[in-house]
């Protein structure tokens, strides 16, 4: 088989992350809603950019997507860490090679020839929204059912704390796929990846 022509990304990855980005833009857009619902900081988001229509719209959109994430994310974990793909794609991690990294970034020389293998800076940023990702459903478990999840109600430093947790977590996603977007944009091949796999 040609290299150009090996599975880089298989189906289940495909469907999951394709799922994922969809779920999470769902929630995004219909979460500013249910923000300025009632908003726990002194702005709100202008409506024009949310999803829902109204509170009980935007719920209603939040739900089902939140359901998605909920289970695609815990097939997307288990199948990772179970075939070790995790921890052969994401790791390991060296300070060096961060630095060699960032340094090749900032000259514009970041090395693309190899697609099956993720550089410092993805490993990094694929760690972290899936840290992120699961901060942003632990919280908004809370946000839900503070009665029923007591402990992680307490994790979370309390219901007011939840919500500043959702709030950030929900930033540093929106920050994570701006950023994504942008490289996705500056290296095309890896979208013909994602879509086809090979
Ligand atoms: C909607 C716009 C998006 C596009 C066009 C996009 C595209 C891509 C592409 C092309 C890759 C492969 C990167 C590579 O080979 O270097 C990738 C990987 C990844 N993306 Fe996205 N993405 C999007 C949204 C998202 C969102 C919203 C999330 C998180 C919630 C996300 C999480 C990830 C993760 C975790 C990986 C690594 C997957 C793995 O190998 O296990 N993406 N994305």
Redesign the pocket.
Known sequence: MKPNMQI??PAW?RL???L??????VLVLSGWRIYNASPVFSFSIPNQITLGGWLGGALLWHFAAMWI?FINGLA?LGI?LLSG??KT??FPISLRELMGDIFAALKGKLA?DN?AK?NTV?KL??LF??V??ALLIMSGLVLWKSVQFPLLREWMGGYDNARIIHFVAMAG?VA??VV??V???L?PR??????RGR
């Open positions: 880089i990304h990855l999951s992350h394709w994922n980005a969809v779920a999470a833009i994430l997307y990772n793909r995790l794609k994401f693309h697609l993720y993805q940023a694929y929204v899936i992120d990702t996603l994570f796929t994504h977007v490289m996705v944009a290296v890896t979208l013909v990846l994602m879509i």
